[in-house]
């Protein structure tokens, strides 16, 4: 139970900003998809666009995620590899 009291709870993870250092945001994390296996993890972030416009949906495996203390890190992540994962879509049922 110590180890799932000190983890991170979903409704503070979706909407927080992640980072590619602790500087430098990329966008939001939208949500969290459990694979079927329920065993996967997925993290599907908003990213580019400029005030709401232009923003673009990509999902990343969850461990690739890092935190600190007040920070989700995405290690690696440039506005350019971002821009290059493919556009995720929410299945339509």
């Known amino acids: 139970m110590v180890k799932v009291s000190t983890g991170y709870r ?6 927080a900003k992640h980072r590619q250092r602790r500087q430098r945001d990329r966008g ?10 329920d065993k996967s993890a997925f993290a599907v972030l908003s990213v580019g666009g ?3 416009v232009g ?3 990509v999902a990343v ?5 890092k935190t600190d203390d007040k920070n989700i890190l995405l290690p690696g992540a440039s506005k350019d590899t971002l821009k290059a994962l493919p556009e995720f ?3 339509s049922k």
Do not use: T
């Not at 979903?10 to 909407?15: D, E, T």
């Not at 495996?61 to 995620?65: A, F, K, W």
């Open 10 to 15: 979903a409704s503070k993870v979706i909407g």
């Open 28 to 37: 939001k994390i939208d949500d969290i998809i459990i694979g079927r296996d």
């Open 50 to 52: 400029f005030l709401g």
């Open 55 to 57: 923003i673009r949906l």
């Open 61 to 65: 495996p969850y461990e690739q995620l």
């Open 89 to 91: 879509k929410y299945a």
